[in-house]
């Protein structure tokens, strides 16, 4: 029988699980070899996560489908970590006569009771994978609500920088922040208000013009009346504001009014919650 056999890792496996890719593929071999099967290719993802089937190895070995019999990993969570990706590459197998087979979990998907025991295992890895993310989101915002004035993996907009772990104003920019805030609350529409920053050579960061899309961003973020932003949570920072909490929530307020499509509640900021929470 020929044989594809696939080896991955994470970069989250490589720091808790003991079956590097060099072990995993030795393996792969030795397997081969005690059942007298030829490996027609080896398939290797280093760095990729088994929650999707975003991978480059494993996108080409299905690719080979015509090139071997059957897939060959050293446990079952090194192909999928969802059983509905599973599912849909266990029907891929089937229409294409192919068999899946997990060496060390003893499984080999040509047998009904392999095939059962191949659903359920695979329903409780999605299952563990599933809890470790609850787990980490759990922590994150456990961290994010005692990380007052503190950066959370924060990209700083325009305006802002990052120096020793802190936010702090680029002053020019801000500057334009706050015009941006004044000219919008006293009327002017976003179409105005770019044509007059690119008009005066005031561009992003990233020198591009400004459009009614990234001038919305600015107006739409709260860093700029003193909170970042996780998830639902407004962070309290220290460095300068461009507008008070009041103002910013008249903006978004505004804006909303303005809105003639996919209206939107305005996001607004609990206002002398300095906790941010």
């Known amino acids: 029988m020929r044989i594809a056999a696939y080896a991955r890792v994470s970069t989250e496996d490589q720091a808790t699980e003991g079956y590097s890719l060099d ?34 190895e494993y ?43 997990s060496s060390t979990d003893s499984l080999d998907t040509s047998t009904a009771l392999g095939s059962f ?20 989101y759990t922590g994150m915002r456990e961290k994010a609500e005692s990380s007052e004035g503190r950066i959370m993996g924060f990209t700083p907009p325009f305006g ?21 805030f004044g000219w919008y609350g006293e009327g002017m529409t976003m179409d105005e208000i770019c044509r007059i920053l690119n008009r005066e050579g005031t561009l992003t960061r990233r020198s591009n013009f400004w459009n009614k899309f990234n001038l919305r961003n600015i107006l739409k973020n709260p860093v700029y009346a003193g909170y970042m932003r996780w998830d639902d949570l407004f962070i309290h920072h220290n460095a300068e504001k461009a507008v008070s909490e009041h103002e910013f929530n008249e903006i978004q307020k505004l804006m909303v009014s ?10 607004l900021i609990n206002e002398g919650d300095k906790n941010g929470v």
Request: hydrophobic share 40%.
């Open 23 to 56: 072990a995993q593929i030795d393996m792969l071999r030795a397997y081969a070899e005690s059942q007298d099967w030829t490996i027609s290719g080896e398939y290797i993802d280093d760095g990729y996560t088994g929650r999707n089937v975003r991978r480059p």
């Open 117 to 136: 025991v191949v659903d359920m295992m695979q329903r409780l890895a999605q299952l563990e994978s599933e809890q470790i993310g609850e787990r980490t």
């Open 160 to 180: 802002y920088r990052i120096s020793n772990g802190e936010l702090i104003a680029e002053n020019e920019e801000l500057d334009a922040v706050k015009r941006i």
């Open 59 to 101: 996108s080409r070995m299905i690719s080979d489908v015509n090139e071997w019999d059957a897939i060959v990993v050293v446990k079952m969570d090194r192909i999928h970590r969802n059983s509905r990706n599973f599912m849909a590459m266990m029907d891929f197998l089937d229409k294409n006569g192919k068999k899946f087979i």
């Open 258 to 267: 303005k809105a003639r499509r996919g209206r939107k509640e305005a996001l």
